[in-house]
């Protein structure tokens, strides 16, 4: 199996609802580094599971919709608790949409919001 | 699947039984910079696979069992060679014991011996 | 010259005021990687710049002050322009606050925001 | 599932064939940060996946063949577009070539091409 | 004293000349990281060093004039041993004449060449 | 001013002397990640600081000298409380002596001990 991975950023604001979050009930924010990995069984004619700057683009496009935002104010992020799991999904989410039908197996996506802490989502494509 | 990472370190002191590890035979030592990953198929109630805060306790209090120690020296480790993969198996045992019944899926513990040399244990949970 | 150089995060929100920032005028927030290095000519009797622990718990404070909230609602931050050089300055000051008088000659502050961009300040004690 | 890896780099000049590279169809070059992976689902005698100090001269090896070198001239690459992931294949199979017969499961072989993109190969042994 | 720091990297192909460089007088490449630092002793009316955004440009112009190329080839190079060192002069000089006359009061530009190896140059401005 | 930074490591155990190292005062050991770096007001005949595998080979003779020992047996360091600040200048000087006049004229060596805590030590030559 091979696979590809790009990185890009946002920094975002954002607050989470549930006791377990203790402060970060609080309107807070993050830096998300966000790595992108792209999965395929073989490579394609050019010896490549994706391009690496197209790829770039799709990461980037998604990081161009959330970042910069308090994302408690997005419409289309209402009634979702915005947590470092649930984020990587929607991020994992928006770059399948993206990339289907160029042959790719898989995406992986993870989200570090510091040094000591990320989360990961991985999902069939 | 989904999983949470947190990182934590420890400074130990041992010595490596076997002629395969050399000068590692000596008593020396090594910080690990040990890595804990939590996997889940699907989120919880609260958005989550586990809460940052609480794995990183989990974490902590494993590294504080071990830390500032020389492991040739621990009675419950009599008998145990123990080799940074060993010790990624250990710590995961003793995380996975805290952590059960709390719906996980996995756990994965890696440990960094130094910029060029990791070793890591996954096990079910 | 002896330095040490402890390492800790803080989570915030907040927006910036002026055109140049573009996007960034609009609410939003960062995890800031935070580095204080404390310099001195000399060790100490202990063959220390400053002990590690005493460190990290002076940089912790100071990230717990800081840390998940809104830095535009912070009474004590009224007319201050959040920028990354700013809080880099902010936070040296305060770390020099709670080390005083103790032979330190002086300390350096770095906020990293994302892997590829940083800001630093670096004042006498 | 035991693993370890150990990192190690080569210095290489090449050209990437296909439209879809862009500028990097031109002669340049690249640092590789190379991570080698071995898998072993139990330990062996000495509670070790393979030792470190054979792993890593196994990796040092093949980065000795290709480092320092023009690869769109190397005879043994003729007809290769010698892209990241099949740079990742190759450097992967002849790790196995020279580890093989020795109990592991797997290998794993990822090259950092920069701080902001690598590929990877996963195969069996 | 204030700095801001952007990284960014570039892709060339090139040789040392002389003997002290041993295989690296073949043609082979790099990755060269790029770490571009700013300083400045006071603040600006806007609270920043420079703009992040400004700072991440000039350095992005000057990769583009340098990356994806062999620089043995390059004409405005000819006579120049493109050293670690010498290129760290040459990316930080070119950067000098983009943000010159914007009250900075120095420039340093780091290299890293691997994840074990890099170079500086430090200049006012 | 150039300069140019090589990495390396040791693995050591010791155990610190003072009340306010806490459990450090233990046996344990330590993982220090070493960087030598090497400063020069302009560059030599070849357009370099110092050879990067001429660097390497005098950090690692002192790696060697040190690594893989309990620093507290070592004869040569009798009554030396080998604090991270303290080793950083031993190393320091221990290279200054491999490299006098070679018409540098600095060296800093900094040891990080964990992802989040390192000292350093800076001298002329």
New interface residues.
């Given amino acids: 199996?091979?696979?590809?991975?790009?990185?890009?950023?946002m920094?975002?604001?954002?607050s989470l609802r549930?006791e377990?979050?203790?402060?970060?009930q609080?309107?807070?924010?993050?830096?998300?580094?966000v790595d992108a990995t792209f999965r395929r069984a073989s490579?394609d004619a050019?010896?490549?599971?994706v391009?690496?700057?197209?790829a770039?683009e799709a990461l980037r496009a998604v990081m161009s919709e959330l970042?910069?935002?308090?994302l408690d104010d997005e419409p289309e992020l209402a009634g979702?608790?915005t947590?470092?799991?649930?984020l990587?999904?929607l991020v994992a989410d928006r770059i399948a949409d993206r990339v289907r039908g160029e042959g790719l197996d898989g995406i992986t996506v993870t989200l570090r919001?510091?040094?000591?802490?990320?989360?990961?989502?991985?999902r069939p494509l």
Wanted: glycine share 10%; no cysteine.
């Fill in positions: 199996m091979f696979s590809v991975t790009v990185r890009d950023h920094l975002i604001a954002h549930g377990v979050f203790g402060p970060a609080r309107l807070h924010g993050a830096t998300y580094v490579l050019d010896g490549i599971v391009d690496i700057g197209r770039a970042g910069y935002r308090n979702v608790n947590t470092t799991e649930a990587a999904k919001e510091s040094h000591v802490a990320w989360a990961s989502y991985e």
